[in-house]
């Protein structure tokens, strides 16, 4: 269902990026404006893909620059809030309309001989601190206290030596995505190691920020989708089976497992070629099972339904 996510009047966007769901199971994007007329970067869809509507909130504040990952967490007294990691140096959090609770611009103590162009956050739900990968910068990890914005002056990882699945763990060719692993007790963070065409699973502690340790799991994903495939993001859903997503910026999305094997792939930018859905960032599944992926360029937002098979098919 390509075109049931319908922008609201006014919107320009150049690149989608990030998604999420609130509680009310209602559909957020993140996206890049064109820096001109529209100077928004977040939307919200009813739970059945109809009603768009801008949240402005934070408005320029937010939106200047190149918007990129999103995360909700419900955090104390059940409140939800989202976590914006922007290209140009600014991270932020937000209440759900997009106002502003804390924002960080800048390098903030890092190493500042390091690029630093900052991709996406993990917010593990049983932990005052988040976790941020420079995919685009310096292929770190940051770990941040959620509550103030402060850099805990911990970081990991850094560049591989090369690219491919092969590549030494602990260390990034362009860790795009971090994401906490919602369907296991132990404390687990799975980075999307991109330009790796791997997914990395690493351990952490939640009552402290000094711990980001390689947990002996990887996933290489160049059996299922290909050499060269490019692994953007991860969502997981202990709801569905144990289930989780995974968008490729080459162009598929890949349903995985609960034990992370590939067993679907749905070829998205090419079913939808005519439609220029191309380049997969992210992608999330709905309460009821469908799921919506967001295209990086150009910009679009599709609604795919799952339909239930019937007898021999």
């Known amino acids: 269902m390509p075109n049931l996510l319908k922008f609201p009047q006014g919107a320009n966007p150049v690149n989608c990026h990030g998604l999420a769901i609130d509680a009310n199971e209602n559909i957020i994007l993140t996206y890049q404006n064109d820096g001109s007329e529209d100077k928004n970067c977040l939307i919200k869809w009813n739970p059945d893909g109809t009603g768009g509507e801008f949240l402005t909130g934070g408005n320029t504040t937010l939106c200047d620059g190149t918007c990129h990952g999103l995360k909700i967490t419900t955090e104390s007294e059940g409140v939800q809030y989202l976590y914006h990691a922007n290209n140009d140096q600014k991270l ?13 611009n800048g390098f903030f103590g890092q190493n500042e001989s390091l690029s630093y162009r900052p991709t996406w956050f993990a ?29 805990m002056n911990r970081t990991f990882g850094g560049p591989s030596p090369g690219s491919g699945p092969h590549q030494p763990h602990g260390l990034f060719s362009t860790n795009h995505g971090c994401t906490y692993d919602s369907r296991t007790e132990r404390n687990t963070i799975i980075v999307s190691d991109r330009a790796n065409s791997r997914l990395e699973f690493y351990e952490y502690d939640p009552q402290s920020p000094d711990m980001f340790s390689y947990a002996n799991k990887s996933v ?47 070829n998205v930018s090419v079913l939808l070629a005519d439609l220029d859905f191309k380049h997969p960032h992210d992608a999330i599944i709905l309460p009821n099972g469908d799921f919506v992926v967001a295209t990086w360029a150009p910009g679009r937002v599709g609604y795919w339904k799952r339909v239930n098979r019937t007898e021999g098919s």
């Open 220 to 266: 290489d994903l160049t059996g299922a989708l290909g050499p060269g495939t490019l692994p953007c993001n991860i969502r997981t859903y202990p709801e569905h089976e144990g289930i989780a997503i995974v968008p490729d910026l080459s162009g598929p999305v890949a349903i995985l497992n609960k034990e992370n094997i590939v067993v679907s792939v749905v």
């Open 92 to 104: 932020t959090k937000t209440t759900l309309d997009g106002t502003v609770v804390w924002q960080v």
């Open 123 to 151: 917010t593990p739900p049983n932990s005052n601190y988040t976790y941020l990968c420079d995919g685009y910068g310096s292929n770190n990890v940051y770990s941040f206290d959620r509550r103030d914005g402060r850099w």
